[in-house]
């Protein structure tokens, strides 16, 4: 086998391992939140007119992970997203070979800041005027960066940047530059 042939096998079991973690981490930050007893109640929101109205626990309802990922990407060489084999309704990934692969994943009924893989390798900050998480090297993985913008009442979007060769300052920048673009084109913070 040549030299060339033994790089190609080593990538390809990488991108994998990346593919696997990736599925991996999809998977945790979907998971449910445990139950609270209780009666639920919506929270109270003041319009223009100065009446309340119960705020959308569902802010992301008819949104495609697919479509918000692709406008963010458009123009970086990327082919069209496909929807994530960890949540086929939620997430979405494109995939550039030779550079790596960025995620979307859409979540009502998760807090932005809930759920985190590695939370001592966490930064907080804003994306646009929202609040978010940026968290290194996610899944324990040198070349990958996950930010998780709020969404208000209680959603968020998670972008994630998994590239097959960098360390996390260029994932965290690509993950950072897709998370600026997905922010405008979120339901507002109402």
Do not use: W
């Not at 319009?47 to 692709?70: H, I, R």
């Not at 009924?109 to 996610?138: C, F, M, W």
């Not at 709020?150 to 897709?178: F, H, M, Q, T, Y």
């Amino acid at each position: 086998m040549s030299v060339f042939a033994v790089h190609g096998v080593v990538g390809r079991t990488r991108r994998l391992y990346q593919l696997a973690g990736l599925a991996a981490l999809t998977l945790i930050l979907t998971a449910c939140d445990s139950s609270v007893g209780g009666n639920p109640s919506p929270e109270p929101s003041v319009g223009s007119s100065g009446a309340t109205a119960p705020l959308s626990n569902t802010p992301l309802a008819g949104m495609s992970s697919c479509k918000t990922l692709d406008q963010a990407i458009a123009g970086q060489g990327f082919p069209a997203s496909k929807p994530s084999i960890a949540d086929l309704e939620h997430a979405c990934d494109a995939l550039k070979a030779g550079y790596g692969d960025i995620g979307l994943n859409l979540q009502d009924g998760q807090s932005y800041d809930s759920d985190l893989i590695n939370p001592i390798s966490t930064k907080t900050g804003n994306v646009g005027h929202r609040r978010a998480i940026l968290e290194l090297q996610t899944n324990h993985q040198s070349g990958a960066c996950a930010v998780s913008i709020e969404i208000k009442p209680k959603s968020r979007a998670i972008v994630l940047a998994v590239l097959s060769s960098a360390g996390p300052d260029e994932a965290c920048a690509e993950a950072r530059k897709v998370a600026e673009a997905v922010e405008p084109l979120l339901p507002a913070n109402t």
